[in-house]
């Protein structure tokens, strides 16, 4: 075969591995996101969804005396009958729902030892003394008690936070393990990644859970972690508990 015929095959090749690797991005080639409310305005927003399923995967944790932040919901939505007494903690006045004000990098007025769950969603990210704000979470947790935490991943800013208190972290499982290597030493956490590609795609342009199937819900790729669960027990036998 004539070399310029061969050549002439190896554009045309090169031409067509061009056309298969485009890539059409239809509504997404936008410099705006759909939605900056992180697909809340839409339906259920991605990060809540993998919030309730981590919280009803562990409602049993959610007893006695149950500490939330900023808003009881959770607590509510999930712990039914065995809450017996529930408390909402604020960083700052003003808040109808909080009964406890206080900064958890710095809050020796929390006696230690007093509730039985801390349920502490998406707030890590809004301190910036993270492993005060660790070790306190551990101290007022009472012995046998569960801390249910979930952290950022990929993610946007919260400009409503930033504006406020501040948004300072992203987290990965490896960042959050050596954190609680550091401010729960010795003690047995449960850490999970969710998400992947078009999960973290779909986050950060601000479309919502309801958008996205199932199953690419539930796939998990390790490589894109767009929020991460916690779950860790304080080591002792829980109140009431016989030894």
């Known amino acids: 075969m004539p070399n310029e015929t061969i050549r002439r095959i190896r554009r045309w090749v090169r031409q067509q591995q061009r056309h298969f690797d485009k890539i059409d991005f239809g509504n997404l080639r936008r410099l705006e996101p759909v939605s900056r409310a992180f697909g809340g305005d839409r339906g259920l927003a991605i990060c809540h969804y993998y919030i309730r399923r ?38 700052a006045p003003g808040n ?16 230690s030892d007093q509730f039985d769950c801390i349920i502490f969603t998406q707030t890590l990210q809004h301190i910036y003394d993270v492993r005060a704000a660790l070790r306190t979470l551990h101290r007022i947790l009472k012995p046998g008690g569960v801390l249910l935490a979930t952290f950022p991943g990929i993610s946007q800013i919260s400009r409503y936070d930033m504006d406020r208190w501040g948004d ?18 010795d003690q047995p956490v449960e850490i999970t990644a969710h998400g992947n590609v078009l999960v973290a795609t779909a986050y950060l342009y601000g479309l919502s859970s309801n958008e ?14 767009v929020l991460l669960t916690l779950r ?11 030894p």
């Open 54 to 91: 981590f919280l009803a995967a562990h409602a049993a944790d959610v007893r006695g005396h149950v500490l939330e932040i900023e808003a009881s919901r959770y607590t509510r939505e999930v712990g039914a009958d065995r809450v017996t007494r529930s408390d909402v903690l604020h960083v």
């Open 168 to 185: 300072y972290w992203r987290f990965t499982t490896a960042s959050i393990q050596k954190l609680c290597a550091e401010c729960w030493p």
């Open 96 to 111: 109808p729902e909080a009964t406890i004000v206080a900064d958890l990098t710095s809050a020796p007025q929390l006696p």
């Open 232 to 242: 860790a027990t304080k080591p002792g036998p829980a109140k009431g508990a016989v």
């Open 212 to 225: 996205l199937h199932a199953e690419e819900l539930a796939f998990s790729d390790p490589d894109y972690q």
